[in-house]
Nanobody, 126 residues
């Protein structure tokens, strides 16, 4: 059974950087595309980025393009999210999940992401 554990969150000032990790167990991660999602207090969960199973392609929500970079190391069963130039609106709980492929648009409601991790808290504040 596929399970994810996220880490790397914390408190950072605006303009700072964090690198999140999503480690999978139970199956070889290279069978799956993996997405990062976030949920801010009082708001619905939103997609942040998705990377294909090989790592050859990725997509991002518009608000993080140019600031966030998703990558993966299938030998370590791990997906990363490098977050630079962080803003207060990036605050939230970040979690990862798997799907057979990345949707064309990260928030596609027809996507079937599963095996959600518990998440890691990211707080961007002075």
């Amino acid at each position: 059974q596929l399970q994810f554990v996220e880490s790397g969150g914390g408190l950072v000032q605006p303009g700072g950087s964090l690198r999140l990790s999503c480690v999978a167990s139970g199956v070889d991660l290279d069978y799956y595309a993996v997405g990062w999602f976030r949920q801010a207090p009082g708001k619905e969960r939103e997609g942040v980025s998705c990377i294909t199973n090989s790592g050859a392609a990725a997509n991002y929500r518009d608000s993080v393009k140019g600031r966030f970079t998703i990558s993966r190391d299938n030998s370590r069963n791990t997906v990363y999210l490098q977050m630079d130039s962080l803003k207060a609106e990036d605050t939230g709980i970040y979690s990862c999940a798997a799907d057979d492929f990345c949707p064309r648009v990260i928030d596609d409601p027809s996507a079937r992401f599963h095996s959600w991790g518990q998440g890691t808290q990211v707080t961007v504040s002075t």
